[in-house]
């Protein structure tokens, strides 16, 4: 147990700040220090631009998606490398939100399935952020039964003609490729009749329609596929064999670890720390502390045990099932944080402009954008199946659609 | 950096765990939850046998010199059997009492006893409701001898000996508390044990007439030095809790896939599923904090008070939540004495309360982190 760097890692650590302080967007420090979940706002600036040049930078200074082989635009670094580059890049690393679906899903899963001609032509434009990817699984009839989906590819000559609909899909807007998750046999049990495929977001037939979401913004999209052509090529992994692949991507989403998800903890108690309630101050309030620790135990809980996942994956160990605590207990615990920090704002808690309201309505916009939080990448209630599961070893749900074949599965409710 | 415990330490968990699954079974349990005998003497001397009393202890006092997060490793497998002896009260607090403040002479004297398993220790700092406090401490020295009542005092029945905390100055600064140890055996002191919610760890009131005491540590120190020691035992407690969590947790799981309901085994029903996964939510918590509260105890580094205080209040809240959920997952069965569900949480409840509340903990928590972030 050893929570202080090696000489190794102090070294990395040195490097890497000397380079940080010496190349990053400082004019943005403050403002991104400032952001929250919900809100990342440069004023005068546009975001995408001063993300893609430090992604640009980075990549081209060696600190691009750290992990990665250096052949395909990484670093070949490890597990806590990536950490401490993470902590050093603080909030910097704000600017990465736009490239955690291409560097943590699409990229792995190209890394396992592509061709090495392929993966040397896509991976280091992706890790560098010149070119941006999403991830095209959920449709309207497939969320967290992901295996429901209803899109087709039908195979022509060489190529693969797709019809039919995803949704919810972040950053389509933007992106430049993006894998995707297709129907090719209806006719055997749902999980057995998928493949899966990595296209050009520009090929024709591809209609991206923003979806504005509750919070207000259009991070996410609708996107229609009308006789789409994808060559056979950039098929990944074998014919009917898509959920297996599919699995491989939403393991590498629980890989993808030690970022930390926000749990609103820090902002809280920043802002108790200074509050003034008609009693005095906030922080020597009875129930605002212990509220404040119980927030404040969860979010070292759930540091430390992103830490063990990594101290396990250093020594090679696969990564357990810690990152699916991690957003379940992230997810409902911003949310309650956002709630209770407009609680003590009282009447005044209800505004939410930058200028109007408290901390530039950091709380607001957490509150607003948390409960999607709790439905991407797998729902509250699924993350508690996983860990039911797969680590308690409780039996799987009934399940009276698994053996059917996937058109004779009923579609309508009640 | 490395958040895990070395392979050795692993080794000495399972020498730990194998040893308590066969001398410490639910029945050996049920010897003191009955009331038969105060605590398991059989399973005591085992322990002292196996070097585990004295795991913290240097060397030169009797113990095995192997250090906190040894300790740590073995509290936790003695919170996951429930193990009905006085260990923390003699391995948390008096033991760490005497070596962050005892001479050396009284650290020979007493350290290799606890080492041996020939003396039980004890500390005697409540006086009454409340949570640990200079204000609190009405128990009066003077001229060498203490007067007045403590309770609850954790095996104090049994013990040996206690570090009492008693008052020596009318300032009204934290400086008026000073440390004594008193030989429990030598008169003076009238103990009575008293009726708790957890039998398998006794408390009594200890009443203490003209008793004679030495000082631990210097005069004026006490307050300090309790701090310390309160830190301290926190993580190691915490331990203790995190083993009853996961044990607790083991007990639901292990019931939910046995029991059938219905015409399938409830662990199949999402209602209990999704408790059990909960459950397992807040050990995996509790257990982060406390191998963060281990690094910090072990090299007592300065983040030590904070540590301590995450490091008990999540593992306060897994217990809890733990071995009352297993009831739940039980149904009818688990609220029956047959069924071990009731000590676990018994112990939960106890364990919740012995070292000062959790709105106690919650308060020095926030209270280190304000000194670290001033506003
Ligand atoms: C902000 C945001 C961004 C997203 N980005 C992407 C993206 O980039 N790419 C992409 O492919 N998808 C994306 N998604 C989609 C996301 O993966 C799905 O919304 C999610 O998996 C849930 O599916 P659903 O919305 O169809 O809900 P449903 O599956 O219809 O669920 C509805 C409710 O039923 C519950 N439920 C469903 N099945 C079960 C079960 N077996 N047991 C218990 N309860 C159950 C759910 O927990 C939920 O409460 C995004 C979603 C959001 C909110
Ligand atoms: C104090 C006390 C007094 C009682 N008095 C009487 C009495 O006078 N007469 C009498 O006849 N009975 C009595 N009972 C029995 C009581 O009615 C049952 O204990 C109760 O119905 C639960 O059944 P069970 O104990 O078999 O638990 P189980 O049915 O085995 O349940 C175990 C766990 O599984 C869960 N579970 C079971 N089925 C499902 C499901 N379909 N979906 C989700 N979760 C499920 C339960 O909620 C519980 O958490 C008493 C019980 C107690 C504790």
Redesign the pocket.
């Known amino acids: 147990m050893n929570f202080d760097d090696t000489p190794q890692e102090a070294a990395f650590r040195a490097e890497a700040r000397a380079w940080i302080s010496a190349n990053a967007p400082k004019q943005y420090e403050e403002e991104l220090r400032k952001s929250s979940l919900g809100r990342t706002v440069l004023k005068g600036a546009n975001i995408l631009e001063v993300a893609k040049a430090w992604q640009k930078k980075k990549a081209e200074a060696g600190w691009a998606c750290l992990h990665w082989p250096k052949e395909y635009g990484g670093r070949g670094a490890s597990p806590i490398e990536r950490v401490i580059w993470q902590q050093e890049e603080g909030p910097f690393g704000k600017l990465s939100g736009m490239f955690i679906?291409g560097h943590g899903m699409c990229g792995p899963t190209m890394m396992a399935y592509a061709g090495e001609e392929q993966k040397r032509k896509y991976l280091p434009p992706l890790a560098s952020g010149e070119k941006i990817w999403?991830?095209?699984?959920?449709e309207p009839a497939g969320?967290?039964?992901v295996a429901g989906l209803r899109t087709r590819a039908e195979k022509k000559g060489d190529d693969w003609i797709i019809n039919g609909q995803?949704i919810?899909?972040?950053g389509a807007h933007y992106s430049d490729y993006g894998i995707l998750l297709t129907r090719t046999d209806p006719n055997v049990p749902k999980h057995k009749g998928l493949t899966m495929f990595f296209l050009d977001m520009k090929s024709p037939g591809v209609e991206v329609r923003p979806i504005k979401?509750a919070s207000g913004q259009s991070?996410?999209n609708e996107v229609y596929f009308t006789d789409v052509k994808i060559p056979d090529s950039q098929r990944l992994g074998a014919v009917n064999d898509g959920w297996n692949v599919s699995l491989t991507t939403l393991m590498n989403e629980r890989m993808s670890i030690g970022a930390g998800v926000a749990t609103g903890f820090p902002e809280l108690f920043e802002f108790c720390n200074s509050l003034m309630l008609e009693d005095g101050p906030a922080i020597e309030d009875r129930s605002v502390r212990s509220r404040l620790a119980n927030y404040a135990v969860k979010a070292s809980g759930l540091r430390y045990t992103s830490m063990r996942a990594i101290s396990a994956l250093s020594k090679g160990e696969r990564p357990g099932p810690e990152n699916s605590i991690g957003k379940l207990v992230a997810g409902s615990m911003v949310q309650e944080v956002a709630m209770y920090a407009l609680d003590l704002q009282g009447a005044a808690g209800v505004l939410s402009g930058l200028e109007d309201a408290e901390v530039a309505g950091k709380f607001q916009a957490m509150l607003l954008r948390a409960p999607?939080t709790r439905?991407?990448?797998?729902?509250?209630?699924?993350m508690r199946?996983i860990i039911a599961e797969r680590v308690l070893g409780l039996p799987g749900?009934i399940r009276v659609d698994k053996d059917v074949p996937f058109n004779q599965i009923p579609t309508k409710g009640r | 950096m490395n958040f895990d415990f070395s392979d050795e330490q692993k080794q000495m968990r399972d020498a730990a765990r194998k040893f308590l699954t066969e001398k410490c079974p639910p029945k050996a349990v049920r010897e003191v939850l009955d009331g038969k005998v105060p605590y398991d003497t059989e399973l005591w001397k085992g322990l002292a046998e196996m070097g585990f009393l004295g795991v913290a202890i240097p060397e030169q006092f009797g113990g095995a010199g192997a250090g906190h997060l040894e300790l740590c490793v073995i509290a936790e497998e003695m919170g996951r059997a429930n193990a009905p002896v006085p260990f923390s009260s003699t391995v948390y607090l008096a033991a760490e009492a005497l070596l962050l403040a005892g001479s050396d002479a009284q650290k020979q004297k007493w350290l290799p006893k606890i080492a041996s398993g020939e003396a039980i220790g004890t500390l005697a700092l409540f006086e009454g409701k409340g949570n640990p406090s200079p204000k609190a401490i009405k128990l009066q020295a003077s001229g060498g001898t203490l007067n007045g009542i403590k309770k609850p005092v954790p095996d104090g029945a049994i013990a040996d000996f206690a570090v009492v905390a008693a008052r020596t100055g009318s300032t009204g600064r934290d400086s008026d508390i000073s440390l004594f140890l008193v030989d429990l055996k030598a008169g003076g002191v009238e103990a009575k044990p008293l009726t708790n919610v957890d039998p398998t760890r006794g408390q009594a009131e200890l009443t203490f007439t003209k008793a004679k005491a030495e000082p631990l540590g210097a005069a004026g120190d006490g307050w300090s030095i309790l701090t310390q020691v309160l830190d301290r035992a926190a993580v190691l407690l915490a331990f203790e809790q995190v083993g009853g969590s996961d044990r607790a947790l083991e007990m639901g799981r292990d019931y939910a896939l046995d029991r059938i309901a219905f015409g399938r085994p409830i662990g199949s029903f999402?209602a209990v599923k999704h408790m059990l996964a909960d459950m397992y939510v807040s050990a995996t918590l509790a257990r982060s904090n406390c191998y963060y509260g281990a690094w910090a105890l072990s090299t007592n580094a300065a983040e030590l008070p904070e540590a301590a205080a995450a490091s008990r209040i999540s593992a306060t809240q897994a217990f809890q939540h733990c071995s009352k959920n297993n009831i739940q997952v039980h149904g009818g069965m688990g609220f029956t004495w047959e069924f071990d569900c009731h000590m676990y949480y018994r112990r939960a409840n106890a364990s919740a309360l012995t070292l000062g509340s959790l709105s106690y903990w919650e308060d020095q928590l926030i209270d280190r982190m304000r000194k670290k972030n001033p506003a």
């Open positions: 679906i999403c991830q095209l699984f959920s969320g967290s039964d995803k919810w899909t972040s979401q991070d996410f999607g439905v991407e990448g797998g729902t509250d209630e699924i199946n749900d | 999402q």
